[in-house]
């Protein structure tokens, strides 16, 4: 073994722990018993929502503490929650710019821009829906919603066809916003 060798080892002995340790504490997701994913937020990614089927769940943008959770249904639907701590006031218009800007520039027709109360709940949420693409007798379509729930920006895209899913994508963000509303700052 080299002398550089001899002095690496013992310092990677003691720096290893530390780093999976570090590791560990950064992680914002706790797996629970029943397959759901805690989020630090009080935020809980079940496995399912509806008819959605949670298929990852992470970091989005470290350098914003974002994190996400994606979900599929059949039939090519996709729903995906994003949470990040506020800071300031929430823009949901500048949040998403750059969402809104690669649907228009893709073709993308925008449909419906209002505020919303799901669930009769006091929450107000902001949502964008643009059309994507027709085929046959379906509209392809992508929502985006966003609210401040407490102390967190909770985001929600759901791409579904119209009219065939969109009592699934209703459901969906009704699911994801009452959820947001009961559990986040609850612990």
């Not at 560990?24 to 089927?53: L, Y």
């Not at 990852?56 to 995906?80: K, M, N």
Request: proline fraction near 4%; hydrophobic fraction near 40%.
């Amino acid at each position: 073994m080299t002398t550089m060798w001899k002095g690496v080892i013992p310092l990677l002995i003691v720096l290893l722990p530390i780093a999976a340790n570090a590791q560990n504490t950064s992680d914002t997701f706790t797996d629970r018993e029943d397959g759901a994913k805690w989020h630090t937020s009080g935020f809980v990614c079940p496995q399912r929502i509806g008819e959605f089927e949670r298929d990852a769940a992470g970091e989005a943008e470290p350098q914003r503490q974002e994190d996400f959770c994606a979900y599929s249904a059949l039939d090519g639907v996709y729903g995906t929650i994003s949470l990040e701590p506020l800071s300031g006031s929430y823009d949901p218009k500048a949040e998403f710019a750059d969402e809104f800007r690669e649907q228009e520039a893709t073709g993308g027709k925008r449909l419906v821009e209002t505020s919303v109360k799901l669930n009769g709940l006091p929450l107000s949420i902001y949502t964008r829906t643009y059309s994507t693409a027709r085929a046959e007798a379906l509209d392809y379509r992508i929502v985006f919603a966003g609210a401040a729930v407490k102390n967190w920006v909770v985001q929600a895209t759901v791409e579904y066809a119209d009219p065939r899913d969109t009592q699934t994508e209703a459901e969906f963000l009704r699911a994801v916003y009452a959820a947001a509303e009961k559990q986040i700052g609850s612990r």
